[in-house]
């Protein structure tokens, strides 16, 4: 303990009750200003014919944005279309449900490129200037063709 009252301890995994406290935080800070912070973690799993993981995504909703964390195909099974069709999965999964956007983030050694392919714009790049490898290139795909209604509160 400082002379401040508080300590400050770094966790390898956040524990739900923390998690839960967060949460619920940001709910009730977000709800006194009309906004539903409408978090919701989403996974596709993609697995072959013997039931062996060949790809995976990992998202994210709030308000009215989807958030991408993380893809991944197995080595043996890139270059045949799977990423793309877990990006698919995904927007098929949140077309028509009001929302607005989703969004990721990508190094340049990883897969920039693939993502414009998929229809993903660049918003911006973030350069490293110590190591231009590992650049930034944050990505966006819009849902023109729907009225957001995610993260609003019905009566604001």
Known sequence: MNNQGYIIEKLDKLPSSIE??????????????GIVCNYKKIIFVMKDKSGIVIGALQAYTAFSEIY?????????????NLGRKLL??????FKGKGYNNINLVTSHF???GFYKKCGFEVEFVRINKKNPFLS???????????????????DK
């Open 88 to 93: 698919t999965e995904l927007e098929s999964f």
């Open 20 to 33: 839960d406290l967060i949460y619920q935080g940001h709910v009730n800070d977000e709800t006194k200003k």
């Open 110 to 112: 990883q897969a920039p």
């Open 68 to 80: 991408i964390d993380d893809i991944w195909v197995h080595p043996s099974y890139r270059r045949r």
């Open 136 to 154: 930034k290139t944050f990505l966006i795909k819009y849902f023109d063709e729907e009225k957001q209604h995610q993260g609003i509160l019905k």
